[in-house]
């Protein structure tokens, strides 16, 4: 089975900026659908973005005009490009792939974001 996993995350301060990385152990093409959630403590894991197999992309409303979400097919990748980060965005980010065969999904481990004053 195909596993994901991220890296990217770490320390930055308030306007700035981080790349996070989502590698596939395989053919991101076993995903119909990746995406970026994260999760804060004590609170609910939330969608942040997600790119279709052709390209199409969504976001949160609270990321729209600073995340870009983006796929690398050749390298089996998924990236998301965090800009103007706020201290709301400091949170724990996982990638989430979702099979094209059957309905299950997989996950990475996460990687923690810290956005600092």
């Known amino acids: 089975q195909v596993q994901l996993v991220e890296s990217g995350g770490g320390l930055v301060q308030a306007g700035g900026s981080l790349r996070l990385s989502c590698a596939a152990s395989?053919?991101?093409?076993?995903?119909?659908?990746m995406g970026w959630y994260r999760q804060a403590p004590g609170k609910q894991r939330e969608l942040v973005a997600a790119?279709?197999?052709?390209?199409?992309?969504g976001y949160a409303d609270s990321v729209k005009g600073r995340f870009t979400i983006s796929r690398d097919n050749d390298k089996n990748t998924v990236y998301l490009q965090m800009n103007s980060l706020k201290h709301d965005d400091a949170a724990v980010y996982y990638c989430?792939?979702?099979?094209?065969?059957?309905?299950?999904?997989?996950w990475g481990q996460g990687t923690q974001v810290t956005v600092s004053s």
């Open positions: 790119i279709t197999g052709g390209g199409s992309t």
């Open positions: 989430k792939g979702d099979f094209r065969l059957g309905s299950g999904s997989a």
């Open positions: 395989g053919s991101i093409f076993t995903f119909k659908t």
